[in-house]
């Protein structure tokens, strides 16, 4: 993991070091790991709408994807607390054959 602020690790659980290190390189590593592979689940999936659309986007050509999994900063990532936040997740509401087509 390269620092350009060695210093923000002086004290790892402070408020600097969260948002100025472990934020910066989880947010840059997940934006990079949803351009390259889309990973579900992911924050920008709304609702079954987005995450269709999300599963028929075009894969990136392979010199593209080793140019930006060549930016991952260690292995941290956001976790997604968003996915289809736009969705009522009740069970009455959901079937296995309609989730997944």
Not at 73 to 95: E, I, N, W, Y
């Amino acid at each position: 993991m390269a620092l350009h602020d060695p210093v923000a690790l002086q004290d790892p659980v402070s408020d600097h070091c969260y948002v100025k290190v472990w934020r910066r390189f989880a947010e840059r590593n997940t934006r990079i790991y949803r351009d390259v592979f889309h990973c579900v689940p992911d924050d920008s999936i709304g609702n079954w709408e987005e995450y269709r659309e999300f599963k028929r986007a075009a894969t990136m050509p392979t010199d593209a994807a080793l140019s930006h999994l060549a930016k991952l900063q260690g292995h941290v990532v956001c976790f997604p607390r968003r996915f289809l936040h736009k969705v009522s997740l009740d069970t009455a509401s959901l079937a296995p054959e309609q989730v997944f087509l």
